[in-house]
């Protein structure tokens, strides 16, 4: 055998052991990617149904946030009437029952300066109202006697 020959069968031999492994390589790419198509049919066929199910959870949570919505609304609306009628009331009766208690309280200081005797009205009149206020405190059209007054302050 000549040179030649030897060489010719040396490249033979890595041509089939280069095709070998290229064979080799490509079987087990080949696996791969069935294996890879099989996993995204499964996480297809798993997914479809997950995402139908988030879509579906998605518009439920949409409804009730519109049913909450209106709920705010309707309470805002609520609010702002009864605020308005507070202030009706405050300014309709509020003034008037200030002006009642104030002519009731000048009524009862009338009625008490009545049976005091004008010549010695200042100095009487001090102790008197020292002594009125020390027995009794007015409390919007009534009269509470000092011993109450002084439970409520110990």
């Not at 031999?13 to 790419?29: N, Y």
């Amino acid at each position: 055998m000549s040179g030649g020959e030897v060489a010719g069968i040396l490249v033979a031999v890595f041509w089939a052991i280069l095709v070998s492994f290229l064979a080799v390589v490509l079987v087990r790419l080949a696996q791969t990617l069935k294996a890879t198509t099989k996993l995204v049919a499964d996480v297809t066929d798993q997914a479809v149904p997950l995402l139908a199910d988030a879509s579906d959870a998605v518009r439920s949570a949409q409804t009730q946030l519109d049913r909450v919505d209106a709920i705010a609304s309707d309470v805002q609306e609520v609010t702002s009437n009864a605020s308005a009628l507070s202030t009706t009331v405050a300014s309709t009766f509020g003034g008037p029952l200030v002006k009642v208690a104030a002519f009731g309280y000048g009524v009862r200081r009338a009625i008490g300066r009545k049976g005091a005797a004008p010549a010695d009205a200042p100095a009487r009149e001090s102790r008197r109202q020292r002594s009125d206020e020390a027995r009794h405190t007015v409390i919007v059209g009534r009269t509470v006697p000092s011993a109450r007054r002084s439970k409520r302050k110990g």
